[in-house]
C-alpha cells in the first residue's frame, strides 16, 4: 500500500472576489486534483492568466478557496482560521517569483530570515544561530546576515528568500516562479541549490512555472494547467518529452532550443503540430 | 577624457557590495543644509520658548500702567511694552510655548486618529468603506468655521480648540497612510510574512509602520506650521482666551495699536513668519531627502565627439546599413564620475538580416539599442564613438532629423507592448497617428493603412481591435498592434527589445514567426535585442554576446553556438538547461521522515 501524500488537492477551486456590491467573484481555478508525496516535486506548468499561481496560493492560505478540500498530512486545510493558519507556518513556507518585492528593504538579511523563527518562539541568540548556518546552507557568506536586500543580486536575494523558507524547517515549500525572474546563469544555480536542499532535507515542493525546461529539471511529476483546470498530469518524463494532451503539444514545440539547427526543426514541428490541430478542431466544429 | 571602468560585481555568490547601511531619515537629513537650518531655527525657538520664565524680568501678565508702549531698548524691557504696559519679549516667549502646545496637541490628535485608521483602512479591505466615509465626512466640515462655533464648547481654550482641529486634520494622515498600506500590503514580502505565521499587528508594526514612517514625517512638519498658523488666526480675530499670550494675540494687539508703534505689530509677526517658513522649508527638505532630488540632465555635446571620432584604422563597409562604432554610453554617478554602462560597441547590420544582441540583465544591451535610436534618458551621455546609417552620422544628429529616422527608416517594437499603448485612446486611434506622424498621409489614408497593417500583422478581427481600448485585447495582440505600428513607414531597420519576453511561450512562437515573415516580405534589417538563445537560434542569422557593457563575442549563429570562442559565451551556453534530461532521483520523502525523527 503507497504511503499517504504530503499534500492532496480535491477538486480544489479558488475564485477572486470582485468589487461592487453583489458582484459574483470570479472563479479561476475550477477543481483541479494533484496530491505531492514527502520529499517529492511536483511541478505546475501553464501559461499567464491559467490559474497555476492561484493554485499555489490556495495552498499558503493567501487566496481562499471556494469549493473543494486542500488536506495537509491528512487534515483540511483549506478553510482553516488565521490562528490555525498561522501554526501552518512551520510546516508549508514560499518563495517567490520575484527577488526584490519579496524581501521587505528596510529590514536586514539576518532580520528576515530570523523572522520566522522569532514569531515561534525562538529565543534571539537561537535564531541568530540558526540564520548563519542557514546563509551557509543556501551559500550565502555569514556577514550577507547584517545587510540589506538591495546590496545583493537577484540570485543572491533568491537565496536569502529560500533561507527564510527553509528557517522553520517546512515539510512543503510552494515555489511560485522562483527562477523566472533571473539571468540564465543564475537560474541554473538556484535550480541546483533547490535541488539540493530538498535531497538534504526531504522536503516536498509545488514548483509553479511557466518554463518547461525548468520544470522537467526540477519535477518528479508535473501537471500541466490550462484555463484553469490541469489537462495533464503525470511522471515528468512523460508530460514534458512525450505529452498527450493538445495543449501540452504545443507548449513543448513553441519553446525555443537554444540549438539553431534542432530548433529548424522544432519550428517546422510546431507548425505542422498547428495545422493538424487547426483541421481537427475545424472537423470537430462540423462535425 | 578617460572614463572610469564600471565597478564590477561578480553576479552570484560574491561577497555582496559594500553599499551604504541602513540609514535613518534622521541621519539622512542631517546631509541637507536646508533640513539643518530650518531644523536648528525650530529648536532655537524651542530653547527660547523654554527659558520663556528665565530670559525676561518680567512675567507676561505684568501690566504697568507707567510703562505704556516703551521703545525698543528699554531698560528691563529689551522689545519694549505694549498698550497695557506689558513686556512684549516676555509675552513673545510664552507665545511660542503656545504655539509649540498647539502644533503638539494638533498633530499628535491627527497622527494618532490619521496613522491608525489609515493602517486599518489599508490593510483590512473589508473595514475600509467605513473609515473612507468617517474622513470623507470630516473633511467636509468648514474647519475655521466649525473651531469659532466651538467656543462655548472648548470655553475658548486652544488646547481644547487644537485638540478638535487636529480632528479635522486626521483626514491628510489617514489618505498618506491608507495609500501607502494598500500598496504595501501588495507587496510579495507582506504575503511571506503571512506565510510566515505573523499575526497582523505584527505584520502592521513591523513591515508596514517603517515604510509609513518617512512619508508621515514630512507631513508631519507641514502639519505643524499649519496647527500654529490657525492657532494664531483665531487668536487674532480674538476669538478664544485672552489671556494666553500667543502671536496671533500679540499681532492682533499691535494691529489696533499700529500707529503709536508698528514695532509692536512687527515682532510677533517677524516671529511667527519665520517659525512657519521654516516648518515649511523642513518638510520640504525631508521630503528631497526621503525622495531623492530629480536627477539633473547632464546632456553633453554628442555631435562633437561623433565629429572628432578618429577613424583613420578604418574601412567604411559598403554593404552595411548600419554601423555602430566603438560605442560608448555613460551614466554620471552620485560622486560626479561618469560611469560607463555600454563600453565601445563595434556591430555592423546589413540589409535585410537579423542580428541578435544577446546579454544578461546589465550587459548594456538594451542600451546599445537606445543608444542607436536616440531615445537615451537626458542623464545618459554619449561617451565616444558613431553611429552611420547609410554612410551616414546619426549619432548627434539634431532631433528634428532623428525623429524623421526614427519614424522611417528606424523603427522600434518594444518589451513591454501594454506600457507602450496609452490606456486611454483605442488602438487604432494611436496607429493612426503614428501613421500620420511618419508617412504624412490624410487622417482616411492612414486609417486604411492601419486596418491593412492590424490585418498584415496576423490579427482575426482588425476591425474590432481597431475600435478596442488597449486593455480589452491579450498581450500577444498589444505586441501585434506595436509590430504594425513599427511597420507602417516600411522601416529598413527595425530594433526589438525583448520583443517576446513578456509573452507566453506559444505566443512568442507566433510572434517570431510575424516577425519572420514579415521580414522576408519587406527585407528589413532587425536588430533583436534578448536574453533568450532560444529566440536568437529561432531568428537570428548573427550574434553578439554583451558582457559588461562590451561585445565578447560575435559571429553566425550557427558557429557560434557548435564552437563558442569566449568562455562567457561558453559560461551561458552551459547554463541552459537541456531539453531531454528528466529528473531521475526518487522522492526523498521516506529518508527524511526517518532521519528528522531520528
New interface residues.
Partial sequence: MP?AP?LKARDLKVSYPVRGFRKRPIEIVHGVDFEI?????YGVVG??GSGKTTIGRAV???ASVSGGTVEFDGRDISHLS?GE??????D???V???PY????P???VGEIIA??LV??GSTPKDARRRTLELLDSV???S??A???P???????RQRV?IA?AL??EPRLIVCDEPVSAL???????V?DLL?DI??R????YLFVS?????V?????RVGVVYRGEIVEQGP??RV??APDHPYTQ??L???????????EKR?AD??RLRDEQRLREARAGAA | MSAPQASETPKELASPTSAPGRKSLFRRALRSKQAIITGSIILLYVVLGLLANVIPDHTFWEARLDSLNLPFGSETYPLGTDQFGRDILARLLHSINTAFVSALIGVSIALLLGVTFGLIGGYFDRVRTVTEWAFTLIMTFPGILLLILLMPVTKGDYRFTMAIFGVLLSPGIYRIVRNQTIAVSRELYVDAARVSGLTNFRILSRHVLSVVRGPVVVATAFLAGSAINVQSGLAFLGVGSKVIPSFGSMIGDGFRNLYVDPWQYVWPALALGVLNACFVLFGNALRDVLQGKPPKPAKQDVQALAAGFEASDHEPDTSALLEVRDLGIGYEGTDGVVREVVRGVSLTIRDGETVGLVGESGSGKTQTAFGILGVLPTEAQITRGSILLDGKEILGASEGVLKKLRGGTIAYVPQEPMSNLDPVYTVGSQLVEGIIASTGKGRAGAREQALALLDRVGIPDAKRVFDSYPHQISGGMAQRVLIAGAIASRPRVLIADEPTTALDVTVQAEILDLLRDLQSEFGMSIILVTHNFGVVADICERLAVMQKGEIVEAGITKDVFANPQHPYTRMLLDSILDETTVRSDPPSGALATATKEA
Wanted: without cysteine.
Fill in positions: 504511503t504530503l508525496a514527502a520529499g517529492e516535486t501559461e499567464s499558503l492560505g493567501l488565521p493558519r498561522r501554526a501552518m507556518a512551520k508549508i513556507q514560499v517567490f517569483q520575484d518585492s519579496s524581501l521587505n528596510a529590514l536586514t523572522e520566522p514569531v515561534q551559500g550565502l557568506p556577514d550577507a547584517d545587510r540589506l538591495r546590496e545583493f543580486s537577484g540570485g543572491q528568500a527564510r528557517a522553520p539571468d540564465l546563469s543564475t537560474q541554473s544555480k535550480l535541488l530538498q535531497r532535507t526531504g522536503v516536498a511557466h518554463d518547461l525546461a525548468v522537467r529539471h526540477i519535477s518528479h515528468a518524463s514534458t518529452l504545443r507548449l514545440l513553441a519553446a525555443p532550443v537554444a540549438d539553431p539547427i534542432a530548433q519550428r510546431r507548425i
